[in-house]
């Protein structure tokens, strides 16, 4: 079974950046659609955004439009978010997740395959 795996979660403060990293080898990046998604505690798991061949990029979010961005290197089967000007409110789990063979969606359910998560905690 082929999971994704996220990195680059860490601890920052108000306004400063981050760089999110999806892993996905084992995926085909040219068929796979590959989302970002964030958790809170106590709250759904939210789409942020999502990067397909068939749909290209869809943000999902509007608390991170204009903040938050999406690409992806196929070659290398990566997937990043970028992520600026962070907010407390930006606090929580992130991941990315793959859906096999098809395009965007914000429907969680309709992914296959996620990774473990990775924290992003924003301060002051």
């Known amino acids: 079974q082929w999971q994704p795996v996220e990195s680059g979660g860490g601890s920052v403060h108000t306004g400063e950046s981050l760089r999110l990293t999806c892993g996905a080898s084992?995926?085909?990046?040219?068929?796979?659609?590959v989302g970002w998604f964030r958790q809170v505690p106590g709250k759904e798991r939210e789409a942020l955004s999502c990067?397909?061949?068939?749909?290209?990029?869809?943000d999902f979010s509007d608390s991170v439009k204009g903040r938050f961005f999406i690409s992806r290197d196929n070659v290398a089967k990566k997937v990043f978010l970028q992520m600026n000007a962070l907010k407390p409110e930006d606090t929580g789990v992130y991941y990315c997740a793959v859906r096999k063979g098809r395009g965007c969606t914000s429907y969680t359910f309709l992914f296959e395959h996620w990774g473990q998560g990775v924290q992003v905690t924003v301060s002051g």
């Open positions: 084992g995926f085909n990046l040219d068929q796979d659609a």
């Open positions: 990067i397909s061949t068939i749909t290209e990029s869809m």
